[in-house]
């Protein structure tokens, strides 16, 4: 009797054809013909974010995220050098032997370190065409313990995790900014600050090639990778501290590829017990508040148990009004 492949990655080398549960309805599939190729996200440089144009580059990502909720950025001040080893060891990983590679797994998505596939397979009915490993890593040194140790070059991940997370902050400042807020009100409001990092596998399966679509007025916008510079999403986190001035943007990543393809998102958040509410100084009699408090690890929980059969969780913390 056949072992059942609990990993994408394991089970793609033995089928010539997508597997039915992989299968999406016709209604949930991709439409090429209604994707624009036109008008990419916005494309800023960073490198003024220090300088005399500071100004000048926090307006364009206050814009960027009030009219996209997207934005690249080039002249981060991340090194390749470092970007291209995070990758390489990313791929080494997904190459090691099913066993090895399967002594992190698990589908508890409350585990900090962990190997899985797809999102949610403990609440999904189609599944997403991924490997992924999570990690958490900060404070690195609550995690670094838990991380792989296969192969060695895993702990390398240390150091892009924390230029990852210098970056993060940056731009986190600058968005406060954006607000009319003080430069450090949404760090100070993330409170103890956490970081996860999930490193995407996606498996080749015979046809052209995937990138990432971001929904904007109802249509699809391809976001062709550029290279050396990172996309930035600013989350639900964003939309709530700003009010909604900000918007949250449904995406996603079209995986249809004769070659395998990683991504390696990282996400900058609240710690757990951090609460989330609108930002006072947005809040007026023509801006009222528009979600309850909430503790990060509330949304955390729903997150992962909602699944991607829906936009969005945070229409479950939105103050409802209803008329007399």
């Not at 990313?90 to 992190?104: A, C, Y």
């Not at 970081?195 to 679509?213: E, V």
């Not at 007026?284 to 909430?294: E, G, S």
């Not at 955390?300 to 007399?324: H, V």
Request: aromatic share 10%.
């Amino acid at each position: 009797m056949a072992t059942t492949k609990q990993l994408l990655s394991d089970l793609v080398s033995g089928v010539s054809s997508v597997p039915s549960n992989y299968i999406r309805p016709i209604s949930d599939r991709p439409n090429i013909d209604e994707v624009s190729l036109g008008n990419p996200i916005p494309l800023i440089d960073l490198q003024g974010l220090d300088g005399s144009n500071r100004s000048d580059v926090v307006k364009e990502i206050g814009q960027a995220c009030q009219e996209y909720g997207f934005f690249q950025v080039k002249n981060h001040g991340i090194p390749e050098e470092v970007i291209d080893k995070m990758l390489c060891l990313s791929r080494d990983f997904f190459h090691l032997p099913e066993s090895e590679r399967m002594k992190n797994y698990s589908d508890d998505p409350m585990k900090t370190t962990r190997l899985s596939t797809s999102f949610n397979v403990k609440t999904e009915k189609v599944s997403n065409w991924r490997d992924f490993l999570r990690i958490h890593c900060h404070p690195l040194e609550d995690y670094i313990h838990e991380w792989p140790t296969n192969p060695p070059s895993f702990q390398d991940v240390a150091e892009y995790s924390k230029k990852a997370r210098g970056l993060a902050l940056r731009l986190l400042e600058a968005i406060s900014e954006s607000l009319g807020l003080e430069r450090d009100y949404i760090n100070k409001a993330l409170g103890k600050h956490g970081q996860h990092m999930a490193i995407n596998y996606y498996p080749s399966m015979s046809a052209t090639r995937a990138y990432l679509r971001v929904l904007k007025d109802g249509k699809w916008i391809a976001v062709p990778p550029i290279s050396n510079t990172f996309i930035v999403n600013i989350g639900d986190q964003m939309q709530v501290i700003s009010n909604d001035r900000y918007k949250s943007v449904l995406h996603r990543a079209i995986v249809n590829s004769n070659k395998e393809r990683i991504s390696i998102p990282t996400f900058y958040c609240p710690s757990p017990d951090a609460v989330t509410v609108p930002a006072p100084h947005l809040i007026n009699d023509h801006h009222p508040p528009l979600y309850r408090n909430f503790a990060y690890s509330d949304y955390y929980q729903k997150f992962w148990n909602r699944g991607l059969a829906t936009e969005t969780c945070l229409d479950m913390f939105k103050i409802t009004t209803s008329n007399p």
